[in-house]
């Protein structure tokens, strides 16, 4: 069992993921753009428990996900791939705390996501040539926004889950 996963409020926050994806709190959009919620909440995750747990965590996250929409376009590949990976960098570097690591790091794992998105559309031949515009103001302002968003909200999650895998007050 993970470090994090003993600890069932750090899991329990995982259900936050899905409510904030349904609510999508209008004063936390861009445009009308909500910010990717699973990628700021896999990505401190993932840092602090390392490759398995990430890419499994990212691989729930993205069935549970999945599960709200209709249709063949699935996040479980991109999301399990993020947590892996980002669980690999909290293993192999020392640990990541600046601001700016943060939010590269969200930049890039959500143009990684909606990239992907974007990527089985066209795959699945369910594109229109008029669709482009709209899918790149969403994959631009929603990569933006988690940008922005990943310094504050993922250093509180880092914060309070090395505190909770070193065994700190639970």
């Not at 409510?19 to 004063?27: F, Q, S, T």
């Not at 990212?58 to 063949?72: C, F, K, R």
């Not at 690999?88 to 690591?101: A, D, Y």
């Amino acid at each position: 069992m993970s470090r994090l996963a003993r600890h069932g409020w750090c899991v329990a926050t995982a259900l936050l993921v899905p409510w904030l994806v349904l609510a999508a709190p209008a004063p936390l959009t861009l445009v009308g753009v909500p910010p990717a919620w699973p990628v700021l909440w896999l990505l401190p995750w993932a840092l602090v428990d390392g490759p398995l747990s990430g890419a499994l965590a990212g691989v729930g996250l993205g069935l549970v996900l999945d599960g709200l929409q209709l249709g063949p376009i699935t996040q479980i590949p991109a999301l399990g791939l993020l947590g892996w990976w980002w669980g690999r960098l909290g293993r192999k570097v020392p640990p990541i705390e600046r601001s700016f690591n943060l939010g590269l790091l969200a930049l890039l794992g959500t143009a990684l996501l909606g990239g992907s998105l974007i990527l089985q559309r066209l795959l699945l031949g369910s594109w229109l040539p008029a669709m482009w515009p709209p899918a790149l103001h969403t994959w631009l302002a929603q990569t933006l926004l988690t940008a922005l968003l990943a310094p504050l909200l993922c250093s509180l999650q880092l914060l309070l889950w090395r505190q909770q895998a070193q065994g700190g007050r639970s």
